[in-house]
């Protein structure tokens, strides 16, 4: 099938800044959006930024300005920078994928394992 690696996640000051990777792998033809949603402790998921095959972006609210998603198309790669980090970035970031297998016309979506961010003093 088709597996999502994510790395990068760690320990931050407030300030600082980290960058997520996410290489997806597998019988894959095509992938369409790529992006990056979050949960933190006690909360419910939510999205953090997604970015087309073209190179479209759009951000949620609380990480305009700060966050900028980007990818690599010929290596299946899509990446989070985030800089002046918040504590209430503190949140387990998952990679998230449409992904058309070798032979479908249909699209799936797949996700990462997760990365831990943590943003404290």
Not at 10 to 34: E, F, K, T, W, Y
């Amino acid at each position: 099938q088709v597996q999502l690696t994510e790395s990068g996640g760690g320990l931050v000051q407030p300030g600082g800044s980290l960058r997520l990777s996410c290489a997806a792998s597998g019988n894959i033809d095509v992938i369409n959006i790529m992006g990056w949603s979050r949960q933190a402790p006690g909360k419910q998921r939510e999205s953090v930024a997604d970015i087309s095959s073209g190179g479209s972006a759009i951000y949620a609210d609380s990480v305009k300005g700060r966050f900028t998603i980007a990818r690599d198309n010929a290596n299946n790669t899509v990446y989070l920078q985030m800089n002046s980090l918040k504590p209430e970035d503190t949140a387990v970031y998952y990679c998230n994928a449409e992904v058309r297998p070798y032979g479908s016309i249909a699209f799936f979506h797949s996700w990462g394992q997760g990365t831990q961010v943590t943003v404290s003093s």
